[in-house]
């Protein structure tokens, strides 16, 4: 029988500091994972941030946000870094980043919090909490009181200044951030738990009614509520009760990084960025990290696990993801550390750089049956 090659193509924006480090690394798993799996990856390389800054005088180039919007999915590696800290803000690296969501029309942010048992001492918390967490925010990227009319700056009724803006959400962009929530909860283990204030802001109130309206069309899925301040309060003091958390804008600005400190390992976090259709786009959390850039010293494990997450939430290859996941694992396991998760634990742990640890994932890739 004829086997068909499945064929995505992937833009790659490597953009600055540790970033085309960390991208070279993570391009090369997902070449091996493709050739394992029977898929074929084109890759189309371009300027983004402060290198597109230099080379063309803009953030992100036509080219770069035509070729993306193009293309299957979007993987990049970090932008910014001392050297365009003081551009005026249309002129700053991360002024081509929010370009970016814009033009993709990215609404949904997917940020996983896991305790892997490998690295439980780099945790914030005390071990017997820290261990086994494994949750993910969703969080509503383009809406609330960050885009919401009317705000500014200006004076009251008395003459007095005042400044204001403005939570507001659509019902369509409630109901299109709950169907992610519900079926990122449905590929995991089926329990959403969405934050709000409700008992205080009629948004909430709002935002509440139409997220429990949607549940119907999920009966798999577990659904419960929670205000805001205890959900804060939560995941510092049990965060393991959580595995999917839906969010507005605010509010998951806050929780993702307060759950990203849970783990304690910047290194290791990826994000995916999803649209209604479209392709996502996929990076770690970390930025460009300019005081290791060029050293080989960058820990390229969040941008490899955010390959996994362009995989399983850009292109529904579950397979291939499963197997990258696995062998970041497997790698950790064999005791392989970048510097930046290199702790004293009881078991022998080898400092490599960037480039070997991504050699030891490709090699642990190739190991699984
Ligand atoms: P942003 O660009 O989002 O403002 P930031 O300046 O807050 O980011 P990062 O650039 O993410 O912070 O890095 C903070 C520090 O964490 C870096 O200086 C670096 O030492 C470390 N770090 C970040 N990412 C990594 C990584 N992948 N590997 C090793 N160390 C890292
Ligand atoms: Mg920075």
Known sequence: AATLTKRYSITVLPGDGIGPETISVAKDVLKLIGSLEGIEFGFQEMPMGGSALD???????????SAAKQSD??????????????????????????QLREGLKVFANLRP??????LVDSSTLKKEVAEG????????????????????????ENGEEIGF?????????IDRIARVGFETAWKRNKKL???????VLEASMFWRNRVTAIASE????????????????QLVRNPKQFDTILTNNIFGDILSDEASMITGSIGMLPSASLGASGPGLFEPIHGSAPDIAGQD????????????????????????AKRIENAVLDTLDKGFRTGDIYSAGNHIQKLVGCKEMGEEVLKSVEGQV
């Open 113 to 118: 919090a896991t305790v892997l048992p490998q």
């Open 193 to 199: 738990c969405s934050v709000d204030k409700a008992n």
């Open 73 to 98: 999915a979007v993987l990049l590696g970090a932008i910014g870094g001392y050297k365009w800290d003081n551009n005026p803000k249309h002129l700053k690296p991360e002024t081509g980043l929010l």
């Open 165 to 173: 803006n403005t939570e507001v959400y659509a019902s369509y962009e």
């Open 297 to 320: 010293k960058a820990n390229p494990l969040a941008t490899i696990l955010s390959v996994a997450m362009l995989l399983k939430y850009g292109l529904g290859e579950e397979n291939a």
């Open 55 to 65: 080379l063309t005088g803009v953030p992100l180039p036509d080219e770069t946000l």
């Open 133 to 156: 967490v494994d949750l993910m925010v969703v969080r509503e990227l383009t809406g609330g009181i960050y885009f919401g009319k009317p705000r500014g700056i200006g004076t009251n």
């Open 218 to 233: 999920y009966p798999d899925v577990e659904l419960s509520h929670m205000y805001v301040d205890n959900a804060a309060m």
